[in-house]
């Protein structure tokens, strides 16, 4: 797979005083899009603040030539998953990163992709869903019309791939999740209604393990306000901070 790796920039963060540094793995939320090498404010504040962050060009992304971008049809909710935890392994095993402290991040295909992972392995220390995927028949039944047969090439047509839907729906892998789960939603999402964020932090409440549901009135796929964007992220960073600090704790 491919990706881009920013280190942290933050003058204090260095391996002799710190240790290696916590990452953060964002899928792209595509899913057949990529992850643009540019400016990236979200990128810059995680790094400044002594984070390192990898955007992961899974198999299935574009700009890569076709034979890479159809690795994906019939394999949405796996490959990219796997390629997640690869990326995550490889930067540990460099000696980059600290492999206890590695979180996943994404955005609507995006936090399908981390919420598939937190279910499918233990890489992950918590995760961060932006209005993503929870159950990919509802999504299907509201996607927009100029993707109206994505779900069937990238999952299989409906209603004869019905079961791999349900599957690879994350909502109902809940189950599997163990680590610490932050989600965040517009609550007049059209395309990825909050009733699939409810349907995920209901069931990890359920089981005890700790979600956090932050909820935004007047907001759909993808929040636009600065003043909610500025909320959102600085919730996202004192997730992280909370939770790798309990988990640095437990492991002394």
């Given at each position: ?9 933050h ?13 953060i ?29 990898v ?6 992304s ?31 095993d460099?000696?980059?990163?600290d ?28 995760g ?9 028949a ?115």
């Open positions: 797979m491919y990706g881009a790796y920013y280190p942290p920039t003058h204090t963060v260095t391996r002799s005083r710190v240790g290696r540094p916590p990452l793995v964002q899928p792209h939320p595509g899913p057949t899009s990529n992850a643009r090498i540019r400016l990236d404010l979200r990128t810059q504040f995680f790094t400044s603040r002594g984070f390192a962050v955007d992961v060009d899974y198999r299935g574009t700009g890569y030539g076709r034979s890479y971008r159809t690795q994906l049809d019939g394999r949405w909710g796996v490959l990219e998953v796997a390629d997640c935890v690869d990326v995550a392994t490889f930067l540990a460099r000696g980059d990163v492999p206890a402290r590695t979180v996943i991040s994404g955005a609507s295909a995006g936090g399908f992709t981390a919420l598939r992972a937190l279910a499918a392995s233990n890489r992950f220390a918590a961060v869903s932006w209005f993503g995927i929870a159950d990919l509802m999504f299907r039944a509201r996607v927009p019309r100029f993707q109206r047969y994505h779900p069937d090439r990238l999952i299989g047509p409906w209603p004869v791939a019905a079961r791999t839907y349900r599957e690879r729906s994350p909502v109902h892998h809940a189950d599997r999740i163990t680590s610490p789960v932050l989600v965040i939603q517009g609550l007049d999402d059209d395309i990825v209604t909050s009733e699939q964020a409810n349907a995920v932090v209901a069931a990890l409440r359920g089981r005890d393990v700790p979600v956090t549901a932050l909820t935004f009135p007047g907001e759909g796929h993808g929040l636009r306000r600065s003043s909610n964007l500025s909320r959102a992220i600085e919730a996202e960073l004192a997730f992280y901070r909370a939770v790798l600090h309990r988990s640095a704790r437990s492991d002394k």
